[in-house]
């Protein structure tokens, strides 16, 4: 048994209720509530962006960089709408890679380093590296190994420096000159002061 003001109530709600169905949300369509006007939805997956239409999102970098825009270096024009992720989709966005298969990536990989070996196999096989511009430096006396505190025939390989053995037994070495031994006199008589200390 129902009191009075309990189908009171269930009169009440089920009138406004039928008042309110008119500002209901449907799949394609929302209620402006602030003048009651019915928008349809471009876009039901996005109901935020209500009526605004629906733009192909393309990259500014793939536009023509030759053609003229009223925006040169954005590569728009005034009143073009804007898609809604424009950010993402401008010449300041992140660059965008476009990916290419395995194959066609080892096929361009193996084009580059197979021009760049055969570059240095071509240099290599013809000799075309110039010549060094002086002789490699050499020191007498096989390498100067006693000079630099070798003391024994053992100890000389780690000594020495540079050596040109061929050029020693072919060339010998040259004697001291005459104007080296009077210099060398001249020094002393100079410095004996300081080298008698």
Known sequence: ML???????FRVARRNAAQNARFLTTKNSIVDH?????????DPNHPELGDYP????????????YAKYDDQQNRRN?????HHDEDMLDMWSPDYYQFVSDKTALK?????????????????YFQLNPEKP??????PYGGLAKELGSGSAEDDEF???????????ELGFLTASEQIAENRKVYEKANAEFLSS
């Open 3 to 9: 009191s009075r003001v309990g189908l009171n109530t």
């Open 34 to 42: 602030t003048n009651g006007k019915v928008i349809k939805l471009s």
């Open 54 to 65: 629906i733009i192909t999102p393309v990259l500014a970098q793939s536009k023509d960089p």
């Open 78 to 82: 005034n009143n073009d709408p804007l």
């Open 108 to 124: 361009q990989n193996g084009i580059f380093f197979g021009l760049f070996f055969g570059f240095g196999a071509v240099l290599y």
């Open 134 to 139: 002086a002789m490699p430096r050499s020191f």
């Open 159 to 169: 000594y020495r420096v540079k050596p040109d053995l061929t050029a020693e037994t």
